[in-house]
Nanobody, 126 residues
């Protein structure tokens, strides 16, 4: 059973930075895609970024390109999301996600994602 444990959320002022971590266990992740979704109050859960465990290729939603960076540490089975130049509209609960996918891409529809973390709150004040 895959387990995902997030950490690193918090409160930050606009323009600030945070780094989220997601520690994964329970599988060999070489054929997995991993990444992050977020859900703001009253809104649907949306894709943020993903990374192929095998190749390291990355993909971002347009609203975070140039500000967020996803990376992985294979030795620690951990995925990171470095968030810079944060904006109030980035406020949400951020969820780590994992999915067995040989193409290395997460489903963009949350219902297609295999595994979720418990979520971590990110709040950006104006």
């Amino acid at each position: 059973q895959v387990q995902l444990v997030e950490s690193g959320g918090g409160l930050v002022q606009a323009g600030g930075s945070l780094r989220l971590s997601c520690a994964a266990s329970g599988r060999t992740f070489s054929n997995y895609a991993m990444g992050w979704f977020r859900q703001a109050p009253g809104k649907e859960r949306e894709f943020v970024a993903d990374i192929s465990w095998r190749s390291g290729s990355t993909y971002y939603t347009d609203s975070v390109k140039g500000r967020f960076t996803i990376s992985r540490d294979n030795a620690k089975n951990t995925v990171y999301l470095q968030m810079n130049s944060l904006k109030p509209e980035d406020t949400a609960v951020y969820y780590c996600a994992a999915e067995r996918n040989v193409m290395g891409r997460l489903s963009r529809n949350p219902s297609g994602v295999g595994y979720w973390g418990q979520g971590t709150q990110v709040t950006v004040s104006p």
